[in-house]
């Protein structure tokens, strides 16, 4: 018997023992049911049952053809506002936030864990917690106000405070997130960098524009891919506080919900449409992606750059 | 001079950061005070501390709503779905970072595949094999599609960490005659701990904060978790308020537990996942 015979084929069984559970669940859950997705864009459906290759009707119906169109397009213009006003908003405090905590003052690790306590609950509980806190009437915030003399108005219920509404709740879920990454980013500055920068005369203001922000560029490149995945697969926050629908009107309808709507049929009614979702679902996907790529190539440039 | 300005400017911050804080917990406690009032009371002083504690609304939701079961319900998918992960991704990463074999390469890039993946996507071709695969309104299935989420970063984590152990170990292990399982369980292993814990933490949060995969593939009662029992209650006493932040509070009350207990680790493997 050659021992190096036996030896191979041992590992060989060996090694396919300790790869075949991770691949089979691999390609039985992610790698097929996104090739799938692909496929069945082109199809029409009878409930589960693809029936029939339509080419490419169900991307120009939902691209192009009443009343999908006018739904994507608003749908899509708000996960922009939303990455927008998160970009802004969450995640500039966020950067303001790591660079006071950088400073060491006292009670900054108690910070930390603070700010981070949301992150660690599930949209679900906080969705529901604001609803209750923008009541008009009951709601913590708009009692708050009336001590102040101010009437506010029903935050979820007027569509010209919905999205912003909703946002803000977004940013106190996650802003702990963004802050502690880039808190990670410039704590890996060398304090002989800040040091001589500060001998220099440097001010706050300076040090964050001209040191510290080129220096944690690997940070921000994390927290801009992440906000933007982030923000077009908002899904949970809006259908807990406004429904399947994006109330009040559609103005906080967003892709992740019309998407859902679309494949499973909506609070009205219950037709699933999963030809039209799966167009959905590919163009949502390839936006994404694609963007996602550009961006992290343009950010990751400029990290060596800097 | 300069010295008292820079005193001035940190006192400036450090009461910045304190309202920040209240910004951030004050919410919290409030919904943890307003589960020890009566809905009238919440209404009429939702600023005051309760005026005579009761318990009526936290009995009220474990007594009478299915609470306790969507627990159970989320302590077992989170279980069994973070376990499969750190087994599966173990025993893939260990063959990826230990053996050279002729497909590593693409075995490995194979996994990461899925690590920027929005799984949300794939959701109807997921619904019909499930159908097919009668696992629609099942918990095992919900633990496979888990698994599946998890198994890219775990496997990228892993491989990175099984690689930095030096090779003379196994090699001690060899000569002695020990066979590939053993040098596996009883030396290289033990030594993967904190990445498996990191792997471990990563996971677990997003697994039981999960609300989109039950949402569409659980219908019973007897089989939602947590998140989504959560929605059943807060539909159904949408006028006790009392009872709702009760249940709010019960809720978040596990997961900010084990936070407290561990919050290093919670933020290092929570951020470490993103900053790889």
Known sequence: MSGAGGRARTSRLWLAFLLAPGLVVMTMFVVWPLLSAFRYAFYGFHGLVPAGFVGLANFRDVLFAAPFSAMT???????????????AGQNGLAYLIAFALLKTLPGHRLHQVIIFLPVVLSAVIVGFLWQLFL????????????????????????????????????????????????????????????????????????LLRRIIWPLVAPSTTIVVVLTFIGSFNWFELPYIMTGLNGDPGGATDVLGLYFYRTAFGGVSSGLQDFGHGSALAVLMFLFIASVSAIVLRVLRRREIEA | MAERGERAKNALIQLLLAANAVVMLYPLLVMLLSAFKSNGEIFANPFALPAAPNLDNLRHIWGETNFVGYLANSLMVTTASVGGIVVFATMAAYALARYPFRFSAAVFLFFLSGLMVPLKLAIIPLFIEFDVLHLVDTRLGLVLIYIAMGLPSAVFIMTGFLRTLPGELEESGRIEGASEARIMLSIMLPLARPAMIIAAIQNAVPIWNDFFFPLVFITSDARKTLPQGLTVFMGEYNTDWGVLFAGLTLSALPITLVYIALSRQFIAGMTQGAVK
């Open chain 1, 73 to 87: 397009l608003r749908a899509f213009e708000h996960n922009l506002i939303v990455f927008a006003a998160l970009m």
């Open chain 1, 135 to 206: 009541n008009p009437l009951f709601g913590l915030v708009n009692q708050a106000l009336l001590l102040a003399g101010i009437q506010g108005p029903p935050w979820l219920g007027d569509s010209t405070t919905a999205l912003g509404s909703l946002i803000f709740t977004n940013a106190w879920h996650w802003i702990g997130f963004p802050a502690l990454i880039f808190l990670a980013g410039m704590q890996r500055i060398s304090r002989e960098t800040l040091e001589a920068a500060r001998l220099d005369g440097a001010n706050d203001r300076a």
